[in-house]
Each structure stands twice: as structure tokens, then as C-alpha cells.
């Protein structure tokens, strides 16, 4: 182990970056636009529920932003992945393949179908999925039937992949995509983290049959609480809306509904905060992505830390910035060290396949996904720009 201040000079640099704060938090939200006019707006439509004008313009900036022929306000990110799943066709009992470094929502959605996760690797330069590894699981549990893929383990259909992109890096999408379809494989991509970043040109999300987005409070841009699924499947986007409001059949007014339907509508509160802050996208990225370049320049100097860039055919929307130090020990004393000096640090997420609901769930070696667990450490990523 170093010594107490071994990491000063780092602490130091992240100080100079968001200077005049006493306490720099992993990233905090930044209402700079028309948020107090729109929520203001709402307010005295009196439309302040889950139907309203802003609900609909808030789905045409995502597909505009998306690129998209639809979109669907959900009521958060958790509830989009939900939602995507289902009308991805995934059942009770199927299996969906995912990657062992996530947050807790994306294997939660999945739970919630009573279908199983399986955990697979991810690559240490995107810190998504491993195209090499899904592919790899594939020939050796996959057997293509005319209806889709089985796993031969456990006679299981696997219905869905799930890729994420990593603090917003995108992952290797297109060869995730082309291994999908090769199986026979719906592909939802769980995009909550990187609104704002592109794949060989493409905006992420856009790829699969579904995507999903998050607008949480943390997110690069928040109404407090909200959601998206996008698609270019018309059939789907109808379906969508139509479970997430409670599955009502549309009448004058009789109260009929023809599925179990949820409660995972977007209030036009939200979305007027949302409307909002997408108008300000390009800007938070590109003050986001300045931010990056000096973390890059800046630990390129620095041997004992590697600092997580974009690959080459990605343009990211740098989310959070992660580094990563040599070892578990390391990163410790760089939590340790850069937290109780009033710079908030936070290590990755625990791995799925190490909790306790999660831990009979079939994964493959993930040995990456162990490597960047014990040395991730996410650094200050707000958007620098005054209040
Ligand atoms: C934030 C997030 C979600 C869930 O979004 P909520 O809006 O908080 O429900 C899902 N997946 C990932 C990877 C996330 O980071």
C-alpha cells in the first residue's frame, strides 16, 4: 500500500477542473434552459399526468435525436427495459443474454418476465458486451432450431440479447447485431447511459429491434424520473403505448382493456423538464466530451492509470469518465483517498453473477468484467457549465 496521499496530484487536477466547489460530486444535473418555462407551462395546462403536449413533443425530439421512426415515454429507464422485453416477445422461462458488468436494472427487467439472465464478458476497451465472447457462448451452447436459438445446457429459449453501452462508450454494436441475427436473437439494447453517442455514425439504440433510454436523475440529461423505448417497428411502438397505458382500448368513454397492462406512462410534467433538456443535448455532450480530451491529455501522463477512451468508430458522450488503476488495492486507496478530500469517486458495480438473487444464473469465464470491477473508479463527469 502507498502512502495516504499518493494520488494528490490527481486529486489536485480534478479540483482545477471544477474550480470553486468545496464538495465535486460524480455528476449532478444542469438546468440552463427553458426547464422553469415548460414546467411552469404544464402546470397551468393543468395537464400535468401521463396526457399532455409535451409527453408527444418529448417523443418526436427522441426520434429526431435518435433517428428512430418511433418513440414511447416511459416512466423511467428500468420500466422502458421492461416494457422492450415484452414486446420483444421474451416469455416466462426463456433466457436473455446480457453482460456481467451492468447496473442492477438491466438483469432486474429481465427477472421481472420470470426469464433468466445469462452473464456473459465484456471488452475491456468498450467496458460493454464482447462480440467474441457472445459469439464464443454461441457455438458452444447454441443450437439454431427453425424457431430460434436453444441453449443446450438447460433447453432454454434464448429470446433476447441485451448489450449496454458503459458509462456511455458504445459497444461493439454492429458485430453484436450481425451474431443476433446470424442466432436468431431479438437484440434490445439497454442505452440508458449513452443519449448522445454514436456508432459509426449511428446514435446507439438504434441498432437491435429496440432500445431503451433513461432520463434518472444522474443520467446526461434527467427530468427527475423518466424513459424511452425507440424502434423503427411500427407493430411494437403501438404495442408499447398501448401496455404502458394500462391497456386501455381507446373509447369515448367506457373503460375496456384487452391485456394486463402497467402504469409506465411519462407525466407531461416530466416530459416538459425533459423537452427541455434535450434541447440543450448537443451542448451538455460536447462540454462533456471537452471535459474528456483533458482527462485523456492529462493521465496520458500518468503511467499507473489508464484512462477509458471511445474506440475508433465510436463517438461517446463521455458520461461518466472511468479510469483504471493497476489493481483492487489501488483503486481502494483512490476511493479512499479522493472521497474524503471532497472529490466523489465510485467504483464500478458489484458484477451481477455475485449476487445473491443472480448467483445460479449461467455465466461464462468473465474475466474481463473481474479485471475492470476491481479496477474501475468513475471520476467527477459533470457538465461544466454555471447553474
Ligand atoms: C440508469 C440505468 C437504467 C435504469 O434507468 P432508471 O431510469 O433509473 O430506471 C438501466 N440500465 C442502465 C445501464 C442504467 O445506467
Sequence with gaps: MGQANQYSHIIEYIKSLFPGQDFIPLHEPRFTGNEKKYVTDAIDSTFVSSVGAYVNRFEEMMQDITGAKYAVATVNGTSALHMALIVAGVKQGDEVLS????????????????????????????LGLSADKLEAFLQEHGQKRETGTINKR?????????????YGLPCEIDKIAAICKEWQISLVEDAAESLGSYYKGRHTGGFGLLGTFSFNGNKTVTCGGGGAIVTDNEQLAKLAKHLTTQAKVPHAWEFNHDHVGYNYRMPNLNAALACAQLEQLNTFVDNKRDLAEKYKNFFSEVKEVRFCEEGKDARANYWLNALLLENRAARDAFLEEANSNGVMSRPAWTLMHKLPMFR???HDDVTESELVADRLVNVPSSVRIER
Design 99 to 126: 453482460q456481467d458488468l451492468t447496473f442492477i436494472a438491466t438483469a432486474n427487467a429481465i427477472s421481472y418476465i420470470g426469464a433468466h439472465p445469462v452473464f456473459l464478458d465484456i471488452d475491456r476497451k468498450t
Design 154 to 166: 438447460t433447453g432454454r429459449r434464448i429470446a433476447a440479447c441485451v448489450p449496454m453501452h458503459t
Design 360 to 362: 445460479n444464473c449461467q
